[in-house]
């Protein structure tokens, strides 16, 4: 891009008090960030998608303070930033925590407490909902809204739109570099379907998928069956992070898991996969119960984060990494399954973010995992993406596969998901199987 657009768009009028929406490109606000960067630094304020990547303290308090410190402000003045932030978005409860024991949606808001606490002129939001549940975004949507009317400029690089759409002034869609359009708040929310796909939007309104919600045609498939009885854990000295967790599972189904941040829900799934040992209840598959090591055997996981999951040096060694026999032949169908065929000889860390995550599905299907777990798959997605991991995952359910899929994005639920279990204060609501009156239920619940 020029950057006589980007200075355009800076500049454009009026700036004072505006949101502006850019949901397709991150290179405008790259070269924003990188623009006078001496004068920017203490008039602008950056919250980027993944929190790690800005985070110098160990502590939530300390990080808070980190940015106001830099800036040498009075040491009063940097305590009553960070109370100020703790009260409006309502981290007290985060304080005083360990950065390595919050949950990502928390380390998000953290995120955004930590740039709030330095009150920039200008604010640039990088996929600020991706971790967060709906209480949590709900509550961005608020303090955008309080900035925007106290004059503040917001830009906002985001593929969900539902919690902005009262909230822009201007839309601008960016393709191969270049602004293809520019929308009003009227225009852009009100696009065809047709239209919005064909531009690879998701939608303002994911609770109107809720309404022409057709239920899936289902039998259960008694091939494999995954039942958790009565499962409850906490960390050392801390309370219960769940308890009482009971389901089953089917072959062939796609369980969604819900919950707000902090609930569980990858606690969950690191112990459903053998990673963590429950501290009570008890975990079987086809009526056998398993210890953590048989259950690791079992499933795979598929991480929010998939650098952390990648070991080999080419993509093909990647899906044929552990197995013992010769598997030339299954890993050369599901690269061409995955459409990486032309990647095989890549490395995994030179791959795109979603090239990344199809190379960790095509290795749980080389593997021939009877149970795939998926934490947040469709995390900063835009449609077309989200739309490529639901066919997989349908592809998958359709092998009898077994699919637990935590997610926080209501349309890709909706989509995908052929029941849910809800995660809550006091333990788990059983298989809902995904109907219109439950998906009526939870579209209430997220979205009012």
């Not at 909902?129 to 925007?148: F, Q, V």
């Not at 650098?307 to 044929?320: G, K, M, N, R």
């Not at 080389?366 to 934490?375: A, R």
């Amino acid at each position: 891009m020029e950057e006589a657009q980007i200075k355009q768009i800076i500049e454009r009028q009026p700036l004072h008090g505006s949101a502006l929406l850019d949901p397709r490109c991150k290179i405008l606000l790259l070269v924003c960030i990188g623009f006078v960067s001496y004068f920017l630094a203490g008039q602008l304020g950056t919250v980027f998608q993944d929190p790690r990547s800005q985070f110098f303290m160990t502590d939530t308090t300390r990080e808070l303070a980190f940015g106001c410190e830099n800036l040498g402000l009075p040491r009063k003045e940097t305590i009553d930033r960070i109370a100020k932030a703790a009260k409006e978005l309502e981290l007290v409860d985060y304080l005083n925590r360990s950065i390595f024991a919050l949950s990502s949606g928390e380390k998000q808001q953290i995120a955004i407490g930590s740039v709030y606490a330095l009150v920039p002129k200008v604010y640039i939001f990088d996929e600020p909902s991706a971790n967060l549940d709906y209480a949590a975004t709900k509550r961005l949507a608020e303090i955008m809204g309080k900035l925007k009317h106290a004059g503040y400029t917001i830009f906002v690089v985001e593929h969900r739109f539902y919690y902005l759409r009262d909230l822009i002034d201007r839309a601008f869609l960016i393709q191969n570099g270049k602004i293809e359009h520019e929308f009003t708040r009227e225009q852009f929310c009100s696009l065809p379907e047709e239209t919005r796909i064909s531009y690879g939007l998701r939608t303002a309104y994911p609770e109107r998928d809720a309404e022409h919600y057709q239920e899936k045609p289902h039998t259960k498939d008694e091939t494999h069956r995954l039942e958790v009885h009565n499962l409850s854990f906490a960390y050392k000295k801390g309370p219960d992070i769940f308890h009482n967790v009971s389901f089953e599972a089917h072959a062939g189904d796609v369980i969604g898991i819900l919950g707000h941040n902090g609930a569980g829900k990858t606690t969950l799934l690191s112990i459903l996969t053998g990673l963590l040992k429950q501290q009570r209840g008890e975990v079987c598959f086809d009526g056998k119960k398993l210890t953590p090591r048989q259950r690791r055997a079992l499933s795979y996981l598929v991480m929010q984060d998939t650098d952390y999951q990648l070991f080999a040096s080419s993509v093909e060694e990647e899906l044929s990494l552990g197995m013992k026999d010769d598997c030339k032949e299954k890993v050369d169908e599901t690269l061409k399954a995955l459409e990486l065929s032309d990647y095989r000889e890549w490395h995994p860390a030179s791959l795109s973010g979603g090239q990344k995550q199809r190379v960790t599905i095509g290795a749980a299907i080389v593997k021939g995992s009877p149970v795939i777990y998926f934490d947040e798959p469709t995390s900063g997605l835009d449609y077309d993406s989200m739309v490529r991991v639901s066919k997989l995952i349908e592809q998958l359910s359709s092998s009898g596969v077994i699919v637990f899929v935590v997610s926080h994005d209501f349309e890709f639920i909706v989509r995908t998901c052929t029941e849910v279990v809800q995660l809550d204060d006091d333990g788990a609501i059983q298989n809902q199987r995904l109907s219109p009156e439950i998906l009526k239920t939870l579209s209430e619940k997220y979205f009012n």
